[in-house]
């Protein structure tokens, strides 16, 4: 759970304690990025990340499925009577560069996924949204609610289950990432930059400080956080 206010959570190791929000995109476009590992086992619906108030924001998930080679991720966004969505498949047991991305660069705004750098679904439809009101909203990573009429046919995702399988370097933006800059960077370190809100690398090393479920936040944001009922297994 990403509380979205700079320097909240730990502000004796923050270099941002002006308490702003820093993930919710104000009208700009964004990108989800992470590497993404689904266990070769049947799956319910879940959440991978999500920022949410009421109906109104965003939820990638995972699809309910049977299959033991592929699952099928969702990304949706919603902002009052406008919602977008789209679908992929990724492979089971085996780590995949994903990047959601809600692109407003287009003329009317569009979501696409793109599967280890190259674009794979964009959704049907288009929209543009503004400010979407969700700033004091958390940002969940591996849980959440229901995401209300943001599937086809205005279905709600229901999540059935915390998140089961392994994610490695989030990283969140307030750009539409291409083909291009993802190849650039996604296996390496990047620095802060101006579009970079949110950078989890996983890696901080057992008892840093004296807590192992602290998570850094290497964007300079300073929304470092917590794992909720962390293990040490978490860092294997």
Not at 43 to 67: A, D, M, R, V
Not at 129 to 138: A, K, M, Y
Not at 170 to 198: C, N
Request: hydrophobic letters at 35%.
């Amino acid at each position: 759970k990403v509380k979205d206010f700079a320097g909240s959570e730990f502000p004796g190791i923050s270099k941002d304690k002006s308490g702003k929000s820093i993930i919710a995109p104000a009208g700009k476009s964004l990108t989800l990025e992470s590497f993404i590992y689904v266990p070769a086992e049947t799956n319910t619906n879940q959440i991978i990340f999500q920022k949410l108030s009421g109906s109104n924001g965003f939820t990638l998930g995972l699809s309910g499925s049977s299959s033991l080679t592929s699952a099928s991720i969702v990304f949706g966004v919603r902002s009052g009577s406008v919602g977008l969505v789209s679908s992929a498949s990724i492979a089971k047991s085996e780590f995949n560069h994903v990047a959601a991305v809600y692109d407003r660069q287009v003329e009317e705004g569009l979501l696409k996924i793109y599967v280890n750098q190259s674009l794979v679904a964009s959704s049907s439809v288009s929209g543009l949204f503004g400010n979407i009101d969700f700033e004091r909203s958390p940002f969940y990573i591996g849980s959440g609610s229901s995401h209300r009429e943001i599937m086809p046919g205005k279905l709600d995702f229901i999540p059935a289950s915390t998140y089961s399988g392994a994610l490695d370097d989030l990283r969140v933006f307030h750009s539409a990432r291409t083909e291009q800059e993802q190849r650039s960077s996604s296996h390496r370190g990047i620095f802060a930059s101006e579009d970079l809100k949110l950078y989890f690398k996983f890696n901080e090393p057992t008892s840093s400080f004296g807590d192992n479920s602290v998570v850094l936040d290497s964007s300079g944001n300073s929304l470092h956080s917590r794992i909720t009922n962390f293990s040490a297994y978490n860092r294997s």
